[in-house]
């Protein structure tokens, strides 16, 4: 019913800056909390950052003060602008979403298929 997807991965050097987008679609009353995860080779895919519906911010430890989380509620988007970034950085980026297709109905989880960040040092 509902289809995530990310854009804007890239090549960067360390210390660059990189924005990524992630566009939601499809059957949408409304959309809760936004997210963006990560997921390194051989590595779990762990939280990086989120963002309520009302805008309240929260990010992993090893990013804070270098990425900021955003969205646009009329374009069904969320934005990641990642600056300074690092080695460990690199990974693929994945977007997720609470959605909810109804007034009466709960929200259920959404992914994207993941964008590929790769930082060269």
């Known amino acids: 019913q509902v289809q995530l997807v990310e854009s804007g991965g890239g090549l960067v050097q360390a210390g660059g800056s990189l924005r990524l987008s992630c566009v939601a679609s499809?059957?949408?009353?409304?959309?809760?909390?936004m997210r963006w995860y990560r997921q390194a080779p051989g590595k779990l895919r762990e939280w990086v950052a989120s963002?309520?519906?009302?805008?309240?911010?929260n990010y992993v430890d090893s990013v804070k003060g270098r990425f900021t989380i955003s969205r646009d509620n009329a374009k069904n988007t969320v934005y990641l602008q990642m600056s300074g970034l690092k080695p460990e950085d690199a990974a693929v980026y994945y977007c997720?979403?609470?959605?909810?297709?109804?007034?009466?109905?709960?929200?259920?989880?959404?992914w994207g298929q993941g964008t590929q960040v790769t930082v060269s040092s």
């Open positions: 997720n979403a609470a959605i909810r297709h109804g007034p009466l109905l709960p929200a259920n989880d959404y």
């Open positions: 499809g059957r949408i009353f409304s959309i809760n909390a």
């Open positions: 963002i309520s519906s009302v805008g309240i911010t």
